[in-house]
């Protein structure tokens, strides 16, 4: 298993190196012996709360070989694994905590718009932004209509410069005439077929724009939009092959404000790291991505 979690290490290497470099270490089992299992497995950890959950979590960050995206309501994680892993050489540690929860803010901006420059990838960050779900009859049509919608207007918003407060209010009606000159002249007649009957006044068009307002809600507050801004430099590329850390922390209300956009950024980082993996010699990111998510429910 260890050659398939991680290709581009020699049998020689996993000899000689620490076995947490291709496995994962999870405790002693009979007669004190450790017991490993295969680093790309999924693991869940279910259990009360004071039952060191974060620590166990923390302890597989620190061991980690690779780039490390980790979730979590309070600033525990952060504190516990970015001086170590920076220590052992791995890549620098990044803070993505819009709502300032534990008294630090954010130390990094990623630009969200700066990605939907063509309509796939729109169309993929409106999906993660909407966070839809496979659904049946009317629902299911709104929400389709809902995210192709919300994708043209993300890439209208891209390629005028616009930012995403005025994407949210394109979704209210105001000063949308910009997203659609833009779409006009990009030369997709579907997609600016879409966004127009969107803005039109009756209350099929005003049932999708309302699944769109409802994923950009955040958008309306300056504090959360700015972790988001134009002009960003997170890179996700570096940060997963220099094998960074990125803690995203939010308070734990499992229907924030925040949750599509939490939603958003982990998603899109995920993509890239598969993307990135599939463009290499194995075929896959080596070291991988972990994603310790702590409070995963929340």
Not at 78 to 90: F, I, M, N, P
Request: aromatic share 8%; with cysteine.
């Amino acid at each position: 298993s260890g050659g398939r979690a991680r290709p581009c290490l020699s049998y020689r290497a996993r000899l000689t190196r620490p076995t947490t470099e291709y496995a994962v270490r999870l405790g002693r089992a009979q007669y004190w012996r450790c017991a490993f299992a295969a680093l790309e497995l999924q693991t869940l950890i279910l259990a009360p709360p004071r039952t060191d959950k974060t620590g166990q979590l923390a302890d597989r960050v620190m061991s980690h070989p690779g780039p490390a995206l980790t979730t979590s309501t309070r600033r525990d994680m952060d504190r516990l694994t970015s001086a170590l892993r920076e220590a052992c050489g791995l890549g620098p540690s990044y803070r993505f905590n819009p709502e300032g929860v534990g008294g630090e803010n954010s130390d990094m901006v990623f630009d969200l718009l700066a990605v939907c420059t063509d309509e796939l990838m729109a169309y993929r960050m409106a999906d993660w932004l909407a966070g839809s779900t496979p659904g049946y009859g009317d629902l299911a049509w709104f929400e389709e209509q809902g995210t192709m919608g919300m994708s043209g207007l993300l890439m209208a918003a891209a390629r005028t410069g616009a930012d995403l407060a005025e994407v949210y209010r394109w979704a209210q009606r105001r000063g949308h005439e910009r997203a659609l000159e833009a779409l006009a002249a990009h030369g997709n007649e579907e997609l600016y077929a879409v966004v127009r009957s969107l803005m039109e006044e009756n209350r099929t068009a005003a049932s999708v724009r309302s699944t769109i307002a409802r994923a950009l809600k955040w958008a309306a507050i300056p504090q959360l939009a700015a972790a988001v801004a134009r002009g960003g430099t997170f890179d996700v590329d570096r940060f997963l092959t220099a094998g960074g850390t990125l803690h995203m922390i939010a308070s734990g209300d499992a229907s924030s404000v925040i949750t599509p956009l939490f939603r958003a950024l982990a998603s899109y980082v995920h993509h890239r790291a598969g993307l990135l993996g599939s463009r290499s010699p194995a075929g896959r990111l080596d070291p991988p991505l972990l994603m310790a998510m702590d409070e995963a429910a929340q």
